[in-house]
C-alpha cells in the first residue's frame, strides 16, 4: 500500500521565522494531497490541498508545493506566529482512504 | 448542522463494557470515516462509509469493533468488552466524496475514551 513519511516529526521556530514541512510518498496514483492542523483537544482542519495537476497552491501565509516527478509535497508557512503552533499532518490520496503522514509538532516561541 | 458533530466528547468507562460513540457528518456528505487517535500518534483509519455500498472495514482491529451508518446519515461505532489498549481518541470525518474524485474531510472534535 502506499507510504507516506513526513519530516521533521517536530520543528521550532521564532515567531516571524518561516516553517517547512516535507511528505513523501510512494503511489504514483496519488492525485490529491492535503494539508491538516490539529490543534490540542480538537480534531484536525483541512487548511490547504493541492491536486495532481498544479504545482504550487497558496492561500495568505502558508503554501503548498508539489513535484510529483519526485513524488514529494511541501507546507510553507511564512511570518510564522503563535496561533501557528499544532500538529500539522500531511496524507496522499489516489483512492478513498488517503494515507496520512504520522505529523510533525510545530512550536512558534514568541 | 455546520460542522461534523461527535457525542460524548468524553467516555470513561471500565474494562469489560460496551461502549457507542456517535457522529453526526456534515448533511449532502455521502463519504463518512472513523479514526482512531493514540496519544501523540497519526491517525489510525477504522472503517470507511459511502452511500449505500458495503463499508469499507480493513481497518477494525478486531472483531470487538463495529459500526454502521443508518440512512446513510448518522454513524454509530461500537465496541465491545473494552480493553484498556482501546483508549484513545476517535475521530470521525465525512466528506463529499470518495470513489471518483477525492475530497478533504471535514472532521469532528472527537471522543477521547478511557477505559479503567
Known amino acids: 500500500g502506499e507510504n507516506v513519511e513526513q519530516h521533521p516529526s517536530t520543528l521550532s521556530v521564532q515567531e516571524g521565522d518561516s516553517a517547512v514541512i516535507k511528505c513523501t510518498y510512494s503511489d504514483s496514483a496519488s492525485n490529491y494531497f492535503p494539508w491538516y492542523k490539529q490543534e490540542l483537544g480538537k480534531g484536525p482542519q483541512l487548511i490547504i490541498d493541492i491536486r495532481s495537476n498544479v504545482g504550487e497552491k497558496k492561500d495568505q501565509r502558508i503554501a503548498v508545493t508539489l513535484n510529483k516527478t519526485a513524488k514529494h509535497f511541501s507546507l510553507h508557512i511564512t511570518e510564522t506566529q503563535p496561533e501557528d503552533s499544532a500538529v500539522y499532518f500531511c496524507?496522499?490520496?489516489?483512492?478513498?482512504?488517503?494515507?496520512f503522514g504520522r505529523g510533525t509538532s510545530l512550536i512558534v516561541h514568541p | 448542522g455546520a460542522g461534523v458533530s461527535q457525542s460524548p466528547s468524553n467516555k470513561v468507562t471500565e474494562k469489560g463494557k460496551d461502549v457507542e460513540l456517535r457522529c453526526d457528518p456534515i448533511?449532502?456528505?455521502?463519504?463518512l470515516y472513523w479514526y482512531r487517535q493514540s496519544l501523540g500518534q497519526g491517525l489510525e483509519f477504522l472503517i470507511y462509509?459511502?452511500?449505500?455500498?458495503?463499508?469499507?472495514k480493513s481497518g477494525l482491529p478486531s472483531d470487538r469493533f463495529s459500526a454502521e451508518r443508518t440512512g446513510g446519515s448518522v454513524s454509530t461505532l461500537t465496541i465491545q468488552r473494552t480493553q484498556q489498549e482501546d483508549s484513545a481518541v476517535y475521530l470521525c470525518a465525512s466528506s463529499l466524496s470518495g470513489r471518483h474524485r477525492t475530497y478533504g474531510y471535514t472532521f469532528g472534535s472527537g471522543t477521547r475514551l478511557t477505559v479503567v
Open positions: 496524507a496522499s490520496g489516489g483512492s478513498y482512504i488517503p494515507t
Open positions: 462509509f459511502q452511500g449505500n455500498s458495503a463499508p469499507d
Open positions: 448533511s449532502g456528505h455521502t463519504a
